[in-house]
């Protein structure tokens, strides 16, 4: 255990925080007014305690308090981190023996272990010869998959991907759709759409075909009238790249293009050259 946890500590970005205030302790310096990281034998004492507060007298006479000690694996918020960190901590997630925190108002999440608490690694499932032995191998999960982020980006490829892929989807009522009928507009205007002699308006009333305005209104009822159309051939345009922005929001590479492949299968505009 205290080798295991040894382990994490000198991960060259985790952070191991102080539960008694905001001191900031890693293996790369101190900062945020911390404390130098816990030593060995500061370690294998809270291992004994599963964690838990230490006081203890040392060898010198004097009293010692030794806190427990949250291990931050990893975190990332709408200000900071990345789509790599993010897809990182559903990979732990799925570990037992790691928390995971969420803060509100930034979409931000850590995951942590306490250094030291053996008991969090324990399941319900196992038995009371081999818990500690389970405990430590989950333990060990963990440190494998922190040992992973050294050489690789990603834990786990597919769990990027299908992170991804859901902020994609998302990305459709967080700008797309609020985008898209500005950016219809001037598409029509490019590509000299006219308004069709027998369109009609929601309210069955025309359009002027000849006036900048009226082909707006069209434009803007079309894309009202066919939005869940345009937003599905929007999202099968094959040439979509869907790239991290923050840690938390993706952008199009291939909007422009996806934006006119869903005008001409939707509204049957031009064809993309």
Do not use: C
Not at 8 to 18: F, K, M, T, W
Not at 20 to 34: E, F, K, Q
Not at 252 to 263: D, I, K, L, Q
Request: overall charge negative.
């Amino acid at each position: 255990m205290v080798e295991l946890f040894s382990i994490l500590l000198d991960h060259p970005r985790i952070e191991a925080a102080s539960t008694r205030g905001p001191h900031v302790r890693t293996p790369l310096g101190i900062r945020a007014g911390g404390e130098s990281m816990p030593s060995e034998d500061q370690v294998r004492a809270l291992v004994l305690a599963d964690g838990a507060r230490v006081s203890r007298t040392d060898l010198d006479g004097d009293r010692e308090v030794i806190d427990p000690v949250e291990i931050v694996l990893v975190s990332y918020s709408d200000i900071h981190g990345t789509d790599a960190d993010a897809a990182n901590l559903r990979a732990l997630a799925r570990l037992p023996g790691v928390t995971i925190v969420r803060s509100i108002g930034d979409r931000g999440a850590r995951a942590q272990v306490r250094l030291g608490e053996l008991s969090a690694f324990i399941t319900t499932e196992d038995t009371s010869r081999d818990r500690s032995s389970e405990a430590i191998r989950r333990l060990d999960q963990v440190v494998d998959a922190m040992t992973t982020t050294l050489e690789e980006l990603y834990i786990d490829d597919s769990t990027h991907v299908e992170y991804l892929i859901e902020l994609a989807e998302a990305a459709w009522d967080a700008w797309i759709r609020l985008d898209l009928p500005s950016e219809l507009r001037q598409l029509a205007r490019d590509l000299d759409i006219a308004v069709p002699d027998d369109a009609r308006s929601p309210d069955g009333g025309r359009y002027d075909a000849g006036d900048l305005d009226g082909i707006d209104r069209y434009v803007d009822d079309l894309f009202g009238v066919y939005e869940d159309k345009v937003r599905a051939a929007y999202y099968d345009y094959e040439g979509n790249e869907w790239v991290a922005e923050t840690a938390t929001s993706v952008i199009n590479a291939r909007h422009g293009h996806a934006v006119r492949y869903a005008a001409h299968m939707v509204f049957g505009w031009p064809a993309l050259p």
